[in-house]
């Protein structure tokens, strides 16, 4: 099983930065694909980003030229990189990866809150 600890959570102001940080195990981390969740108060579970093994990156709308999905191979860590927070990016983030090359299954940290607020 693989297991996801997020990690760069907390409180900014509006225009603000944050980066979050995702911890994975497994020795084929390379060969996961890697993304991050985000759910509101009162709202849907909704991606937010996304990352294949190969480089490529997809954006919600809602987040694109804002965010940055990247990833370390080395260090078994996803990153998403926030810039320019808005009050509706506060949510709770999840990290999630898929694992496996036929009949992927999909794993899930316990999140971390983002709170955007002046």
């Known amino acids: 099983q693989v297991q996801l600890v997020e990690s760069g959570g907390g409180l900014v102001q509006p225009g603000g930065s944050l980066r979050l940080s995702c911890a994975a195990s497994?020795?084929?981390?390379?060969?996961?694909?890697m993304g991050w969740h985000r759910q509101a108060p009162g709202k849907q579970r909704e991606l937010v980003a996304h990352l294949t093994s190969g480089g490529l990156a997809k954006y919600a709308d809602s987040v694109k030229g804002r965010f940055t999905i990247s990833r370390d191979n080395a260090k078994n860590t996803v990153y998403l990189q926030m810039n320019n927070l808005k009050p509706d990016d506060t949510a709770v983030y999840y990290c999630?990866?898929?694992?496996?090359?036929?009949?992927?299954?999909?794993?899930w940290g316990k999140g971390t809150l983002v709170t955007v607020s002046s």
């Open positions: 999630n990866a898929e694992v496996g090359e036929w009949d992927p299954m999909d794993y």
């Open positions: 497994g020795s084929i981390f390379s060969t996961y694909a």
